[in-house]
C-alpha cells in the first residue's frame, strides 16, 4: 500500500453508490457500485473522454447507458441470458482503494447470488479493478470459477467512449480483419477500408483483433488497448434505433462511439478452481 487513498463513496444518481476516484495528478473517475460500472473518466489536465446519456436511468433492474458497462457471463443476445448478461444489473461490492506512485486504483467484486443462479445455475467470483493516473485508464475483469464443474462465458467492457461528431470520428486498426456484421444480418465480412467511419447505424464484431484500435477525432487520438479478450465490437446505433431508445437523446448517437473489447467468437471455458482475466486500458 502506497501514499493515502484518494477516494470518496457518495450517493449518486437514484441515490445508487458512486465512488470518486482520484489520482495523484488529478486524473479522476466516477464508478458506481451497480454494475461496477465506469461512468467518468477525465484524464489528468484532460476533460471527460466517457459518454453517460443524460437520459440514463439509474435504477435497479435497468442498465446505465453509457460509461463502461461490464457484459458477464454472456455478451449481448449470443444465448439464453439477458442482454449483455447479468452483472450490470447486480450490485458490487467495493472492496477498497489504493494510490501507488502515480495511479489510483479501486477494486469491486461480486459472486453469484440465488438470483442469479436461477437464470445461470454456476457460482462465479467477478472482480473489476480500475485503474487512473496520466492519461490512463485501465479497468480489468477478473473471473473465477470456484465452483466443482466448468462453465463457459462471454464478456465485455462495453465502453462508451465520447465524441463531438461521429461523422467526424473514425475507428483505426481493424483493417484486414474479419467481422460479423450485425447491422446486415449478422454477415461474415472482411475489412477492406482503412478506417471504420459512421454515416449510419454500425455493429460489427471484429475478430482476433490486435492489441490496439484508435479512436480518431479532430480533437485528440484515444488508445483502446486490449489484453485477455479476443475481439473488438464498434457500435453506434445511427440516427434511427437512437431515436427509439428511451435512455438515450435522439441526437446522442452523434456524441460517442462504443469500442468494445469483446470476448465472444470463443467463448472462455473456465475449469474448477481456475480464473481468467482480461483488460482493456484506454490511452488519451
Ligand atoms: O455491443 C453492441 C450491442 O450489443 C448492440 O447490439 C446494442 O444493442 C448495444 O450493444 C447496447 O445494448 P443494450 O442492451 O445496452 O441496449
Redesign the pocket.
Known sequence: MGAAPVFEVTSGAGNLPRLTLVAPDGARAEIYQYGAQVVSWIPAGGQDRLFLSRASQFRSGA?I?GGI?V?FPQ???FGTLP??GLVRLMLWEFGGAESIRDQASAVFRLHDTEASRELWPHPFQAELTVSIGGNRLQTTLAVTNPGAEPFSFTA?L?TYLGVSEISRSAIKGLTGLTYRD?AAGGVQKRETAPQVDFTGEV?RTYFAAPADTLLVTPQSTTIIRKAGFSDI?V?N?GAEKCAA?PDLEPDDYRRFV?V?A?TVAEPVQLAPGKRWQGSQTLLA
Open positions: 442498465p447507458r458497462p457484459a455478451f449481448g443476445a442482454l449483455h465485455a462495453h450485425s455493429n465490437v457500435w446505433p431508445m462504443c468494445e469483446v
